[in-house]
């Protein structure tokens, strides 16, 4: 793990902001829906271009969900449900959650992986897309309010307001180039086995493979 902590911003609103894919599970959800789709080098491709920040990523959905059109919703729920937790994620997530932190979930993958995820980690808040189905197949279309480069960051503004906070007042942890926008508006961000493009906004990267090495940061910011 390497770590460098800002001991400056050790005052915190008890709000913890996840990424999903690649944080909370070890995977990337439209990965697994392309292999389903047989068309997983394609959009291992464009997600690649995408989380090192070489392509837009409002751009990148649109044109990996096209990808999956015509998969059964049967097929893509199959995939989706094989899709591990990441290590750690279960203990990171209860130690917050019994230290007092709210806990949110502001994910660009679907409803399909994140409701069950959602359940799974008990979090408070979940956001994500949904893939638009029609006669039990996907359209290869998606809808939702994490479609454009910088939605993360105006669900995030939204979460803060709701409890009464300003975004610099929140933890948040992420891994790709989409999560640069709550990065950039948070207090404290925490960048987990991330691409390289996203650790130059972290406060903390964390290179270890497991979520229970996030749980010093947090202890560090009470």
């Known amino acids: 793990m390497s770590c460098t902590i800002n001991y400056s911003k050790s005052k915190f609103a008890k709000i913890i902001v996840f990424d999903m894919d690649s944080t909370l599970i070890d995977a990337e959800t439209i990965d697994e829906l392309a292999g389903a789709a047989d068309v997983a080098k394609k959009v291992a491709d464009i997600t690649d271009r995408a989380m090192n920040g070489k392509l837009d990523y409002g751009q990148a959905l649109l ?40 806990t949110a979930m502001v994910s660009g993958g679907f409803t399909l992986s994140a409701d069950r995820i959602g359940k799974l980690l008990d979090m408070d808040y979940v956001f994500s897309n949904e ?26 503004e939204e979460i803060a307001r709701q409890n009464g906070v300003k975004p610099d007042e929140c933890v948040v942890i992420g891994d790709g180039a989409n999560d640069i926008c709550i990065f950039e508006k948070a ?33 560090a910011l009470d």
């Open 131 to 156: 893939l638009v189905v029609n006669d039990r197949h996907l359209t290869g279309e998606v809808t939702g309010p994490l479609t454009r480069q910088n939605s993360k960051g105006n669900v995030f």
């Open 63 to 102: 044109e990996r969900v096209n990808l999956l059109k015509g998969l059964s919703l049967k097929e893509a729920q199959d995939a989706v449900d094989k899709i591990p937790l990441m290590p750690g994620a279960k203990e990171l997530v209860k130690y917050v959650k019994d230290a007092g932190y709210k």
């Open 187 to 219: 207090g404290y961000s925490i960048a987990f086995n991330s691409k390289e493009i996203l650790r130059e906004y972290a406060d903390v990267v964390v290179t270890q493979k497991d979520l229970k090495a996030v749980i010093p940061v947090i202890q």
